[in-house]
């Protein structure tokens, strides 16, 4: 058996920048954002509440691209 320790190279992550922490944190918010408005979705039969929500879905998903997020 080989010792868990050596089965690679040890990986050390580095502090994040403000910047980063800041991105990180409005990917976390559109992605929440994402979800509620998909399950307003499935839910709403108001075609014109819909509509709207495609809008802000379609906003969301522009913005998570942007910040360089895939689904």
């Known amino acids: 058996m080989e010792d868990a320790g050596a089965a690679g190279p040890v990986l050390v992550k580095r502090p994040l920048t403000e910047e980063e922490k800041k991105?990180?944190?409005e990917r976390e918010s559109l992605k929440l954002s994402r979800t509620?408005?998909?399950s307003k979705i499935e839910s709403s039969t108001n075609e014109r509440y819909l509509e709207s929500l495609r809008k802000a879905?379609?906003?969301?998903?522009?913005?998570?691209?942007?910040?360089?997020e895939a689904r």
């Not at 879905?57 to 360089?68: P, S, V």
């Open 23 to 25: 991105a990180q944190r």
């Open 57 to 68: 879905l379609t906003d969301i998903e522009e913005k998570l691209a942007q910040l360089g």
């Open 36 to 38: 509620y408005v998909l």
